[in-house]
């Protein structure tokens, strides 16, 4: 059985680390999964989630120039489903919603659904910010102001 990148075999942990587990793979081969691959779920501990002798099915993720193989567990499977209303708000940093009124009681605009949409959102307020910014810098220096 020949596997390669994105293959997905059943293999045995043979070993555990802090950094991760060894798994016995098919045809004498071995691999690593390391602690980050383990689980969707933050990971401490690896011997939270497995234990040696356990079979388990993982994805080849790489194969370097030294022929070691890596190897994740997670990617072998489904991602967890969020459940309605999880997650951040794209509203504020740090997930805040402002509600239906933005920034200075503005009326907030509607929720960007695609990259590009936040991006130029995100660009028309950084160009307004920076207008607004030149414009008091012209006021005071016009004052006699620092320059």
């Given at each position: 059985?020949?596997?390669g990148v994105g293959s997905i075999v059943e293999g045995k942990?043979?070993?555990?680390t802090k950094f991760g587990a060894f798994v016995a793979l098919p045809e004498g081969k071995s691999g690593l999964v390391h602690i980050s691959e383990i689980a969707?779920?933050?990971v401490n501990d690896v011997k939270d989630h497995l234990k040696e002798g356990?079979?388990?099915k993982v994805k080849v993720i790489g194969i370097d120039e030294n022929g070691r193989i890596n190897l994740s567990i997670k990617k072998a499977m489904d991602p967890p489903s969020r459940p309605a209303?999880?997650?951040r708000s794209m509203g504020r940093p740090g997930g805040h919603s402002t509600?239906?009124?933005g920034f200075r009681g503005k009326p907030a605009p509607a929720e960007p659904t695609s990259f590009e949409d936040r991006l130029k959102q995100f660009m028309?307020?950084?160009d307004s910010k920076l207008s607004e910014l030149r414009q008091a810098e012209r006021r005071s220096s016009r004052r006699g102001g620092r320059k």
């Open positions: 059985m020949e596997f942990v043979t070993g555990i969707y779920t933050y356990q079979e388990v209303g999880q997650g509600g239906s009124m028309a307020a950084s």
